[in-house]
């Protein structure tokens, strides 16, 4: 770390009246930075400093009270310790910070998927929606609006010609306009389901820590649930959508019947101790569609087009999306 880094953990440490030994490098996510420190006392701790986004105050209030509510129902989540937000300014400069525990276990690599890892991640995800019912979600953003949301930005993102003739030229990719009107019809009848709730909507593997001491039938066990910050109010189909399209693209040596297979069936639904009625189940394949597409838009909007064919996650991402028409290749995009 930079001397000024360190000098501004230390100032936020000292307003939390922490006395540390050291601190640790930080590990950058797409939010938030995470230093990990350890204390005079031979605890460890998790000091988080927040990106500056708009709503973002109110995104780390909701992750707490959903984590520290995981955490009394004995889920292994990072969770706050001190209830305090810590606020650093300098001028126009405003960062907030928040104090968590440390978590043993680390993640794994996208192919180091084994069939109990993806059974694990489906129990696990249902346990949790089964204890959240018992949380009040009324300060939580709703889930389908959000995606309806972005569903207009994308929209107007593929109806510029400029990207029009770039996704051709470089990419040799057109997106069909109708697809749009399939993803606000999807939401809009999401919003009408019963049984909404509280959920993760970020269950995916750089979120997830594993340890290799098996719980039971399973070789692994999950030791951590990290980054609750994209909490919200909705039906557990888009918690367990979201969860599966990362899984259809991380999980590049198995066939994505055996990956939903594993997942919802040998995990969710039959170890969980949660339940989706079977009326339910056919929005699921529409909704991970959706989630597909959406990474497929943010490989487009963070990398230069002329990369990404030798983006590995991006390609396959392109690849599950063709057969569902929602991308068409002019030629072919295969290398």
Known sequence: MTGLQDATIARVLKKYGLDYVDIGQPQKGYRNQSFPIHLRDGQAVNL????????????IKAANAVSAFLWNQAFPVRHPIREQIIQ????????????????????????GYTQDHIKVLGKTLGDMHAALTGFDPADLPDVAD???????????????????????????????????????????????LPRKQALHMDFVRSNILFEDEGDGEFKVKISGILDFEKTAYGHPLFDVARTLAFLLVDCKYKEPTKVRKYFLGGGYIKRSKATIPSKHLGMLDPLVDLFLFYD?????????????????????????????HLVVPTTSIAR
């Open 48 to 59: 988080i400093l927040y990106k500056r986004e708009p709503g973002i105050l109110e995104k």
């Open 88 to 111: 650093l300014k300098a001028g126009a400069y405003l960062k907030y910070g928040a104090l968590y525990n440390y978590l043993d276990g680390s993640t794994i690599p996208w192919e």
């Open 146 to 192: 959000e995606y309806l949301e972005i569903t207009k930005r994308m929209r107007a993102y593929f109806n510029d010609a400029p990207v029009q003739r770039a996704l051709a030229d470089k990419l040799l990719l057109r997106i069909p306009p109708e697809a749009f009107d399939g993803f606000e019809q999807l939401l809009t009848g999401a919003k009408l």
């Open 296 to 324: 497929f838009y943010k490989f487009l909007r963070h990398n230069p087009y002329e990369s990404l064919p030798d983006n590995e996650h991006f390609m396959r991402t392109a690849q599950l999306l063709i057969p569902r």
